[in-house]
């Protein structure tokens, strides 16, 4: 059981490239979600998702894209990277059943970006 | 709208001290309340949560919080600091049933022989 993987763990990119974050987590957990952490803050949502082909958009989705099409992975998308995307980036997932409880969610190691 | 504060951006206590992280929150909701820990180049690690049953929680590693309404807090205490517990603590609260956290700023623990 492995919990929530990220790949890669390091990358820098030039101004303007793209790449896509993978998360995948072996829970069977329906949620899942994207963090950025920049020094000094603390974690910010980007985009959840509650199953396999939803998503919906947290507090700071600009500039990226994600999709679910299975209930296992949640890729993140940066289409044009800029500096200001230049954040460690942390993927989540919980089980859970919205309106009944907060339930706990499962980080996984994270990915730190670099954009110059 | 839900907001954390976390009064320290550092806290430094020797091996064998007590350890104290404050946090007070905003909340329009019964809010749910945790703590996460995270240590170097890891990933977030929950160490306790609260969630509407007894307002003093135990968490792993010997931590507790405790929820106070009167005072908008959920401080984090742990009787003897060991160099292991070194690491971010994340105060984070969320409105009772949706998922959606919001994070604090995070506390530095600095644990000294």
């Known amino acids: 059981n492995a919990g929530v993987t990220q790949t890669p763990k390091f990358r820098i990119l030039k101004i303007g490239q793209s790449m896509t974050l993978q998360c995948a987590q072996d829970?069977?957990?329906?949620?899942m979600y994207w963090y950025r952490q920049d020094p000094g803050m603390g974690l910010k949502l980007i985009y959840y998702s509650v199953g396999a082909g939803i998503t919906d958009k947290g507090e700071v989705p600009n500039g990226y894209n994600v999709s679910r099409s299975t209930t296992e992975d949640f890729p993140l998308r940066l289409e044009l990277a800029a500096p200001s995307q230049t954040s460690v980036y942390f993927c989540?997932?919980?089980?859970?059943?919205?309106?009944?409880?907060?339930?706990?969610?499962?980080f996984g190691p994270g990915t730190r970006l670099t954009v110059l | 709208a839900q907001s954390v504060t976390q009064l320290d951006s550092h806290v430094s206590v020797s091996e064998g001290t007590p350890v104290l992280l404050r946090c007070n929150y905003s909340?329009?909701?019964?809010?749910?309340l945790f703590w996460y820990v995270q240590h170097p180049n890891k990933g977030l690690q929950l160490l306790l949560k609260y969630t509407s049953a007894a307002t003093l929680v135990k968490g792993i590693n010997g931590f507790e919080a405790e929820f106070k309404k009167s005072e908008t807090s959920f401080h984090l205490t742990k009787p003897s600091a060991h160099m292991s517990d070194a690491a971010e603590y994340f105060c984070?609260?969320?409105?009772?049933?949706?998922?959606?956290?919001?994070f604090g700023t995070g506390t530095r623990l600095l644990v000294s022989p």
């Open positions: 989540a997932s919980s089980y859970s059943i919205e309106g009944l409880s907060t339930d706990t969610q499962y």
């Open positions: 984070v609260v969320s409105e009772f049933g949706f998922q959606k956290l919001v």
């Open positions: 909340s329009s909701y019964s809010p749910s």
């Open positions: 829970m069977n957990h329906n949620y």
